[in-house]
Structure formats: structure tokens, C-alpha cells
């Protein structure tokens, strides 16, 4: 609480009445609805609304005073005082830039000149800003320096990263977030700052103590009205720099030396085309995988690699480097971060897979600039593989027009094909928008476009026609979840779209078609179908086929129809309708007509899959199959390898969780004859399941990730009998294959024996690839293996004991450590699997996708022990809602005392709340759970949502017939509630 007096002193404002200095001010707000009593209300004009027209608003919600702007004859004033007598008002004779910039100065003072205690990086210009404001927060983090950031992407304020809602937030909120960052320890903070809030001086009360300029292109005409008013607006940024601040202008671009014509800070000028400059950077090589460049300033000379591609890119990373030597790196820490940023979101955002044998982007470019600097840097990565560059964008309604034929022709200019589309039409028509963007492109250029206002039917339809080795570039939205669309009355609607989930639907849906096979190959007809199964064929033997399918939804144009048989479908009843969607033939046992295709007859079509996965495993003679299985980690462990091994090799890994007698041949029948490798998933509910599964797959390397007490209740001996089953996965091991399996399972040690084929790896001090110094870090976990260190983006022991495997395995496949390290980078954990949600005033932890014991107690000693999740970084409390295990037979009451007697003995006092949900006490009575709800229905989810606070951190886990990821929207909800009322 702050005096007003305190709060307005030497600026140039009166008070009225005089005498009102004394007012205590608890709380500064632009927002009428959020005044509070004791509040000071400034009243500003912004770009659609006047302030002084709420006032009335504050003063019912308990505002205390007003700044505002003095009236002239032109805005007579109100009885404001008349109306409101306890409410004083601080005039301002300026006009609302000066209110605005008034309010900003007062907003730093009330929270106490949070900027002059951390130290801010001011970032500005068209095209960059989240990109560099990205790069220092996380160089700085990387070298141990705690370190904030408000941006267009997120707002991390030391302790909780949040999603931002415009790239600047308003001057009370800015200083307000850099109280936080105080208060959480931060010494420095990046901060994006865009020309409206360099207009609207919503900075002018911050101390900026480096200032970035990027670039200036040709945007946001339809506010600025001028490329020469919308270059003022930038170099406000430079004008506020103190004498000992410093200006880190980007010298190869013309409109840098405007930026700095009345800054009195240091000015160090920075270029990538070799022009003068105070410190410079030269690309050496660029792919996929990220950018190499020399870096040269004031720390020396160093080669660096990072992740981000693109010669823009290494602009920005030289002027990001700039700016953390200045905030004290050393080159040996700026050289190490680089190695290990990971990109914005929405920034050359990759969503493909290693195995997609294409690269597809997510990317903000919303200007001609900056679609053409990132086509420009994809195409030597399209070159290299001798691919093409698609490119699908659009332009948003209601805004700056003459920049629309600019985007066509940059954009047909950088790629080979152009799907034009819509972005945010808002209320204008996206077939008008789309006509002024074709209109800057010529003939040639209009016949390389295809247009569809649909965005989500073209975002699938490039990603159709792209072939391997193709680049394909979404840009516009970047990270974007939401699209706004005219409502047919003159207004709005915002819909949910997010252009990577559409665009990862579109790769699954690609790659679940079950691969389009073009092979020339004899297996791929239908006389070599039917010898293959063994089947008879009443039709054309040399009748060619493209694939396999077992779902009418997923048919693709001259595939094979396996008519499956389930305890609850029969697909003998959609022969038709496949017949109809393009199937060249079938496989069937039981009548089915006459579909008017060649038919193969078959004793079971179940059998016959797994024949045909079996003999086109046979063929495949070039290809390494790795086949992994293990009680828990299946799917992540397969992730893992499929992305180590992409950096250099050329294969796929199974869709999905494909593991089963279904699953397996369906993966091995995607597979193409030139595919360097494949790693296949293998999993089993019950003896005698893993052995087909092995026969299919004939492995060259057997992977066994763990062994625990997952669907033990169809086991009689236990978790030995599990390890038996697991173990059959070698039991059809290729000529000269190896078995990579855990070293800390006993059980698996007794079945294996003294197998020499056998390579332990695990954390017991007899493994043959020993894994020690095992730590949380801020992307994930380190671990070394034969004294080499590893980091994986996933948090928790058994991830890294998962990332050993895949080391192992990527090393019996000739990769050095160097690429491994790179391609455990580039690993996307699957989706709940300790999955960190941030919402606002409350995380979550999903690793709700399955449970038993042991993945059970991993979970919940990473959420206890963890330092991310520890409830001294969320500022609350540590919820933990478990789900019942299931699939535990008659030893479920013994399971669930298992997890009762962890949390009691080993995490005593580190819950400090428990919930349980399903049948039985499921130990709720032995931990001391105050909470158990039988089902999760829709009461007992509003009431465990009531129970979570702002700050806390909740994990769900649980086996994924209680679904409790249904918790997350109510958990979502009551985030804003928290975040609101906050």
C-alpha cells in the first residue's frame, strides 16, 4: 500500500483535490471491471476504447482516484467530483500518450521499481522478437541464471510459465509481472515489446537496460498508417535507453540507423552479410536437424550449432548471444546453451516424425519478410534430399491489406507449391482475402497454387502431396490454438484450431492409411497375398497393391482388405464398403458376397495377417527391425530409438501403440524395402502372446525396457512368468541379433540366464553399459552411460533408463554418442506420460495413460522428489488423484498395498493431498486418503476440482479405464478462476 502523494511526485500532473495526497493505494488497474476499493484507475484511451468513459465503473468497484487527461473545450468535462466526491482525480495535461506513459512510471513506483532490480532486455522490430526473447531467456537458464520472460509465445515469471495473451501486456502488468520475477529470484528478464506498445508507451516506466532491433518490414500499415511512423514507433525503444545501456541494432538492415539517431546508450551493430558491424556471424552448414555458424563479438570467436534452422536464424542467435554477454556469459556457456535450446513454439515448429521421410513446419511468418526468410531457410534442407518446398498460409481479416499481394508473391517466390487459405478472416470474406493475395502473383506463380479457404482441408491436402524429402511450411498462426471466423451477422466466432494438432492429424492419418506401398515387388500382388497366407484366390493373381488396410476408414486406392473378426465387429460386413472406397482385393473366411474384386479365402483372416507380417518381415532384407516390449515405457522407449536413429538412418517406428497381434503386422507391412530400420512395439495382456509377436517380427534387436507387475493377474508365477513372456520376444532373434534388456530386473536376470546374446544396461553395478548421475535438469533428465553424458526431454528416472536403451541400440547401429545426443533432443514425449500442463494458477502432471505398480510408483516418487514439481516451485501444494489399477486379477488388493505401503513408508508428508478414484478403498483407507470417489462422474469431478488451489500442482495417474484426463478441462477452469480472482 502506497501513498499517492509517493506515487505522483515530480511528474506533471495536479491532484484534486490538492489535499487528496494522502489517499493509500492498494491496487493500479486500466481495467474498470477489475477496480478494486483502494484501486487507482487510469484512464487511458486505447486503439477501440476511451478510459474516461468507465471511470463511473471504477468508482462502483471501489477506485479510490483516476488518472486522466485534462479536458479541453473539444471534450467538456464531467461533474466527475460532483458525482464522486471521495474519489480524487490526478489530471494530466497531456494528451492520452502522456496518460498512458504517466500510468507507466506510476505502475513501476507502486511495485516498487521492479526494473531496476532485474535486469531487462527490451526486444523490438517485425520479425524475431519471440525468437531472440526465447533464445536469452533459455541461454541464461542454461548457465544457471534465473531468468524471466514475457513474450508473444509465454510469460515465465521465475516460478510459472503461463501463456501469453499479447506480445506486450499493459504497463501494470508488465510491472507487476516483473515484481514476480523479483520476488522469484530472477536477475534478468527478456521481454518482447511491439510497435503498438512503443506507441501506446505502455514501456516508457521500465528501465531497459538492452534494447534489440531485428528488423522493419512492411506491417501493421493499417495502425501505423506509415512505414516511417511505424519506425518512429520502434526507435522510442532506443530513446529510453540510459547512457550505460546498450543498443544491439541489426546492421543489415537499412532502418537500424534510424533506430539509434537519439540513443545515448553503447551501440554494438551485428550482421550476417559481412557488412561493418561490431560483431558478426557466418552460416556454415544448415539441415534438418538445426544450423551451424561461426559467431564472432566481443567474447572472441566460436562455432556453434543450435537447432533452429535458417540463416535468419543465426542473425537473430548472433544478437541473442550479444545480448547474454553482456548479461555475463562466458562463451564456453553461451556455446553449451546453444547446443541446447529447443525452438519457440510456432517458430520452424517441427510436427513430423523421423519416419515421415518429409519435414513439416508450423510457423508464425505472418509478412512477406518473414515467409520469405523462413522458405528461404528450408530450402537447402529440401535441396540436400533433392525435395520440394510447399508452402500453405493466409492472411488475417481486418487488417493491414496492402501486404496481402506481398505474401502471394513472396511466398509462390520461396516455394515450389502454394496452398493458399484462410488465417483469422474475421469479419471479412476469406474468398475476398485469398483474390487479394493471388492478385501479387504471376502466371507462372498462380499455376504452382492451389486454393481452399478450408484451412484445415488444406493444411491435409499438402501434407497429401508431399513426397520424401519434401519441406512442408505451414506459416500464419504459429502458435496459434484458436481461429476467428466471420459469423455470417457482421461479427465473430473463435473456434479451437491449432495448425500443429491439425497438421499431426493429418501426418497420423497419412501414416495409418497403412503406408502407401509402391512396391514393383512380387509380394505386393495378389497371387503373392494369397501365397503368403496361404489362402485361395478367386480372381487375377497380378493384380497390384499399395498397402494394407483393416479399417473402411483409413482405405487407401488399390490396397488389400483384411476382413478382421473381433468379439464386437466383424468386418466380413464392410467388404462392400470397402470395395467401394477403393480396396483392390480382400481377405476374408467367412461369406462376404461378391465384392467384384479378386478375393483371397483364408482359414482365419487374424491368422492370415500375421502371415503376411511374417513373410513381408522376410523380404525386408536391408532393413534392422528393433522390437521393443517391457512391462512400462513400450512406446516411449520406441519413440526414443525411432528419434536417435532418424538423424542419420532412414525407417519408422510403430503408429501409435501397435503391439499387438494386430499392431505388429500392420507395422511390419508399412515398412518399405529401402528403409534403413524399423522399431516395432510388442506388448501382451497374457501367456502365450509374445511368441506369434516374436515370429512376426523376427528381431535383430530385442529391446526389454522393464519388467513390473502390469497385467499380473493373468499370471499364475507372477512377475517371473511375466519376465518369461517378455523374454520370448528373442525367441525368433535374427541371425547374429542381441538382446538389450534391463540390468535391474531379477526376474528377467533368471529367465536370460548367462545368454551371450544378451547386453545388460541398467543401473546395477554389473551392467555391461552402466547408467549413473541420474538428474532432473530443466528439459528433462541427464544420465551418463560408460561415462558418457546424455540428456532426454522427459522427466524422471525410468525415462532415462528408457534413453539408455535407445543409446545401446543406437550404437549397435553404428551412430557415435555425438548424434545420438542430437536425436535424443529431438524426442516428443508421448502425451500423458508425465506430461506438465501449465494452466495458468495451477499445473498438472497427466501421466494418466495407464498404471500398475511399478509405473505407479515412478510416477509419484518423479512427483515428490522432482524439483519441477516440488510444491516450493509451484508455491502450493502437491495433489496427487490416483486412478485404480486395473487389469490386476485376483492380486489387485495386493497391488494396490504395494502403492498404500510406498506412499506411507517412502513418501510420508511429501502428499499433501491424496484423492483416490475407482471400486474397492484402492488404498485410501491405508494412506490416509481423505478423499475416494467410487467412479469419476461428473460430481465427483466438480468436487475434486473444488478442492485444488492456485499454486498447486496435480498429478494424475492412473489406468486409462478411469480416464482421468476427463479432470483436465475442470482443472483448466478452475486454473482461471484462480488466475482471476488472483
Known amino acids: 500500500m502506497t501513498r499517492l502523494d509517493d506515487l505522483i511526485a515530480g511528474l506533471p500532473v495536479t491532484l484534486d483535490p490538492p489535499d487528496a495526497g494522502s489517499i493509500r493505494i492498494c491496487d493500479i488497474t486500466e481495467d474498470s471491471r477489475t477496480a478494486m476499493p483502494g484501486s487507482l484507475f487510469i484512464a487511458r484511451s486505447g486503439g ?109 515469471d521465475g516460478r510459472e510459465v503461463s501463456k501469453a495473451t499479447m506480445t506486450t501486456p499493459p504497463a501494470t502488468e508488465m510491472s507487476y509481472l516483473l515484481s514476480n520475477m523479483r520476488e522469484h529470484g530472477c536477475a534478468a528478464a527478456a521481454i518482447e515489446i511491439s510497435s503498438h506498445a512503443l506507441d501506446q ?98 567474447w572472441g570467436t566460436f562455432e556453434a550449432t543450435s537447432p533452429f534452422i535458417g540463416e535468419h536464424n543465426v542473425s537473430n542467435t548472433l544478437q541473442a548471444l550479444v545480448c547474454a554477454h553482456r548479461l555475463g556469459l562466458s562463451p564456453t556457456q553461451m556455446e553449451r546453451g546453444l547446443a541446447r535450446l529447443t525452438t519457440p513454439a510456432g517458430r520452424l515448429e517441427c510436427v513430423s516424425e523421423p519416419g515421415d521421410g518429409m519435414l513439416v513446419l508450423v510457423d508464425y511468418a505472418h509478412s512477406d519478410d518473414s515467409i520469405a526468410h523462413a522458405l528461404a531457410s528450408v530450402r537447402p534442407v529440401a535441396e540436400q534430399v533433392q525435395g520440394r518446398v510447399i508452402c500453405v498460409f493466409g492472411c488475417g481479416g481486418d487488417r493491414d491489406k496492402t501486404k496481402r499481394p506481398r505474401m502471394g508473391r513472396a511466398a509462390a517466390t520461396g516455394a515450389d507449391i502454394v496452398f493458399i487459405t484462410s488465417d483469422n478472416p474475421r469479419t471479412e470474406r476469406p474468398s475476398a482475402i485469398i483474390d487479394e493475395i493471388r492478385a501479387g502473383m504471376t502466371p507462372e506463380m498462380l499455376s504452382r497454387s492451389r486454393v481452399d479457404a478450408d484451412r484445415r482441408r488444406a493444411i491435409v491436402a499438402a501434407i497429401s502431396e508431399a513426397k520424401k524429402g519434401d519441406v512442408v511450411v505451414i506459416a500464419g498462426k504459429g502458435h496459434e490454438d484458436y481461429q476467428i471466423l466471420p459469423n455470417g451477422s457482421g461479427g465473430t466466432e473463435r473456434i479451437h484450431f491449432d495448425d500443429r494438432e491439425e497438421a499431426r492429424r493429418a501426418l497420423e492419418v497419412r501414416r495409418s492409411a497403412i503406408v502407401e506401398m509402391k512396391h514393383t515387388h512380387d509380394f505386393w500382388t495378389t497371387g503373392g497375398i494369397a501365397r503368403a497366407t496361404g489362402g485361395e484366390l478367386t480372381g487375377d493373381p497380378a493384380v497390384r497393391l499399395t498397402g494394407v488396410c483393416t479399417d473402411t476408414r483409413s482405405i487407401t486406392p488399390g490396397c488389400v482388405f483384411v476382413a478382421l473378426v473381433g468379439e464386437r465387429f466383424d468386418a466380413h460386413n464392410f467388404v462392400r464398403d470397402a470395395v ?140 517371473l512368468g511375466i519376465a518369461r513372456e517378455k523374454a520370448q520376444l528373442a525367441a525368433h ?43 532432473p535438469t530443466e528439459p528433462g533428465t541427464t544420465f551418463r552411460a560408460d561415462d558418457q553424458a ?9 525415462n532415462a533408463l528408457n534413453a539408455a536403451l535407445a543409446v545401446v541400440v543406437a550404437r549397435r547401429t553404428g551412430l557415435g554418442d555425438d548424434a545420438i545426443r542430437q536425436g535424443l533432443a529431438r524426442f516428443i514425449p508421448p502425451p500423458m506420460r508425465l506430461q506438465h500442463l501449465h494452466l495458468g494458477g495451477v499445473t498438472v502432471v497427466n501421466d494418466a495413460y495407464n498404471a500398475n505398480p511399478d509405473s505407479m510408483i515412478a510416477a509419484l516418487r518423479h512427483f515428490a522428489e522432482s524439483p519441477v514439481t516440488t510444491a516450493e516451485h509451484g508455491g502450493g501444494r502437491r495433489v496427487a488423484v490416483l486412478g485404480q489399477m486395473l487389469e490386476m486379477g485376483e492380486h489387485s488388493d495386493a497391488m494396490h498395498q504395494v502403492v498404500a505401503r510406498f506412499l506411507r513408508d517412502e ?72 488466475t482471476t480472482s488472483g
Open 48 to 156: 477501440t476504447h476511451d478510459g474516461t468513459r468507465f471511470i463511473a465503473d471504477a468508482a462502483t468497484g471501489g477506485a479510490v482516484a483516476v488518472l486522466r487527461k485534462r479536458h479541453t473545450s473539444a471534450t467538456p468535462a464531467p461533474a466527475q467530483n460532483d458525482v464522486f466526491p471521495d474519489m480524487a482525480t490526478v489530471w494530466s495535461s497531456g494528451d492520452d500518450r502522456d496518460v498512458a506513459r504517466i500510468g507507466a512510471i506510476i505502475a513501476e513506483r507502486f511495485y516498487a521499481s521492479p526494473s531496476s532490480s532485474v535486469r531487462v532486455v527490451g526486444v523490438t522490430g517485425t520479425n524475431g522478437k519471440s525468437t531472440i526473447a526465447h533464445m536469452v531467456h533459455r541461454l541464461l537458464k542454461h548457465a544457471g541464471v534465473s531468468a524471466g520472460l514475457i513474450g508473444t509465445v509465454e510469460i515465465d
Open 201 to 298: 508507451r505502455r514501456a516508457d516506466g521500465i528501465r531497459v537496460e538492452i534494447g534489440v532491433f531485428t528488423n522493419l518490414t512492411g506491417d501493421h500499415l493499417d495502425y501505423h498508417k506509415s512505414t516511417e511512423e511505424y519506425a518512429r514507433c520502434k526507435a522510442h525503444l532506443f530513446e529510453m535507453l540510459p547512457e550505460d545501456g546498450l543498443a544491439v541494432v541489426n546492421a543489415d538492415d537499412p532502418w537500424h540507423a534510424r533506430m539509434i539517431e537519439n540513443c545515448a546508450a553503447q551501440i554494438i551493430r551485428t550482421s550476417i552479410t559481412g557488412a561493418d558491424a561490431d560483431a558478426r556471424a557466418r552460416l556454415l552448414t544448415v539441415s534438418a536437424q538445426g544450423t551451424r555458424a561461426e559467431y564472432a563479438g566481443p
Open 580 to 719: 467401394q472406397k477403393g480396396a483392390a482385393c480382400v481377405v476374408v473366411h467367412n461369406d462376404a458376397g461378391d465384392p467384384a474384386v479378386p478375393v483371397i479365402r483364408v482359414r482365419d483372416t487374424g491368422a492370415a495377417l500375421m502371415d503376411m507380417g511374417a513373410a513381408w518381415r522376410r523380404e525386408l532384407t536391408r532393413t534392422r527391425v528393433i522390437a521393443v516390449t517391457g512391462s512400462n515405457g513400450k512406446t516411449t522407449t520406441c519413440r526414443m530409438i525411432d528419434a536417435v536413429l532418424g538423424v542419420s538412418l532412414t525407417g519408422r517406428a510403430s503408429i501409435k501403440s501397435f503391439n499387438n497381434a494386430i499392431g505388429v503386422p500392420l507395422t511390419v507391412l508399412g515398412a518399405k524395402e529401402t528403409d534403413d530400420y524399423l522399431v516395432a512395439e510388442a506388448g501382451m495382456n497374457a501367456p502365450g502372446e509374445m511368441d506369434p509377436l516374436s515370429r512376426v517380427l523376427t528381431p535383430d534387436i530385442a529391446v526389454i525396457s522393464s519388467i513390473g507387475r502390469a497385467h499380473i493377474g493373468a499370471f499364475p508365477d507372477g512377475v
Open 733 to 775: 532373434l535374427a541371425p547374429g541379433g542381441v538382446i538389450v534388456a534391463t540390468a535391474d530386473s531379477p526376474e528377467l536376470r533368471e529367465v536370460l540366464g548367462n545368454d551371450p546374446r544378451v547386453v545388460w544396461v541398467g543401473e546395477a553395478d554389473d551392467s555391461d553399459v552402466r547408467v549413473v548421475g541420474i538428474e
Open 790 to 798: 546424455f540428456t532426454v526431454p522427459a522427466p524422471g528416472r525410468h
Open 907 to 978: 513418501l510420508r508428508g511429501k502428499i499433501d493431498l491424496l484423492v483416490t478414484v475407482g471400486t474397492g478403498d484402492g488404498g485410501a483407507r491405508v494412506t490416509g486418503a481423505v478423499h475416494h470417489f467410487d467412479s469419476l462422474d461428473d460430481a465427483a469431478i466438480s468436487a475434486i476440482a473444488s478442492m485444488v488451489k492456485a499454486g498447486d500442482t496435480v498429478l494424475l495417474k492412473g489406468s486409462r479405464g478411469v480416464g482421468l484426463e476427463r479432470l483436465i478441462p475442470a482443472l483448466e477452469a478452475k486454473a482461471r478462476c484462480c
